[in-house]
């Protein structure tokens, strides 16, 4: 197994390659070949990001059809942190929910907070993932202090989805204990329209395709199908929770084949 040299080097063989990187990656079918071609990569979606904990607490109710979230009960006052990277759309009192906030993350999808006696954050503010937001309550129609969690797949969203399963996509198990959940991003892809496959198989599902370099957690990595590119071969593949599949570490932005630090799933 070849390494791949320092980021200078890198850098130049991308420049000067690029025609030839095209041509190897698109027979290895990792890349989309020219519109139109039968074999063209499906459209690309946004990428998902590394979750935090929304609270500590206990789940008291899930969601189900007559419920459009998830409880997590707790004391009065319980810390309550953002899952994820994004903006504040609405921060306010809201009728049943008695307080609310809801922030739109950079994947599109949007997360509901309802039920704090106190609010810490304000429309159009910038969260982090894992930012404490508010701090629980029982306000509005509520018969004790707990979060009352949603999921959205967009602001248009009218249903929320299920927020357990939400979650775990990207990383948290509920319950969950803030702090604990999936950390920050720890690597960076490279390149333009790289699959996200289902196993580390080259003939596995595409289950998403990355427009451009991007941050992401790698929880674990494992050996699969070999992957030629640049003149570099490899075999170890990273598993992406918040992508929901592995990449070949080609395309992981580091020297090392088989990563640093990153235990085996």
Request: aromatic share 6%; glycine share 14%; net charge positive.
């Amino acid at each position: 197994m070849t390494h791949r040299g320092d980021s200078a080097m890198r850098a130049l063989k991308r420049t000067t390659s690029i025609g030839m990187l095209v041509a190897t990656v698109a027979a290895a079918g990792l890349v989309p070949l020219a519109a139109g071609q039968a074999s063209a990569a499906p459209p690309a979606k946004a990428a998902g990001y590394a979750g935090s904990c929304p609270t500590a607490g206990t789940v008291t109710q899930g969601w189900h059809s007559g419920h459009d979230g998830v409880d997590i009960a707790n004391n009065r006052g319980t810390p309550i942190h953002s899952t994820g990277p994004g903006t504040v759309i609405v921060s306010g009192t809201a009728s049943g929910y008695g307080q609310w906030i809801r922030i739109k993350h950079d994947d599109g999808t949007v997360t509901e907070y309802g039920h704090m006696y106190e609010r810490l954050v304000s429309v159009n503010q910038r969260v982090s993932s894992g930012q404490l937001i508010a701090r629980m309550g029982s306000e509005g129609q509520s018969t004790g202090p707990h979060l009352h969690f949603e999921a959205h797949a967009s602001t248009a969203s009218t249903r929320g989805m299920d927020p357990v399963a939400y979650l775990a996509q990207r990383g948290v198990s509920l319950p969950c204990t803030p702090g604990s959940g999936t950390p920050g991003t720890n690597f960076t892809t490279w390149g333009t329209s790289v699959r996200v496959r289902a196993d580390a198989r080259l003939n596995a599902a595409v289950v998403r395709t990355l427009t451009g370099p991007t941050p992401v957690y790698v929880q674990c990595q494992k050996r699969g199908d070999s992957v030629t590119a640049e003149g570099h071969t490899n075999d170890a593949w990273s598993y992406i929770p918040a992508l929901g599949g592995y990449v070949s570490n080609i395309y992981i932005d580091h020297p090392a084949a088989w990563l640093p630090g990153v235990g085996t799933c």
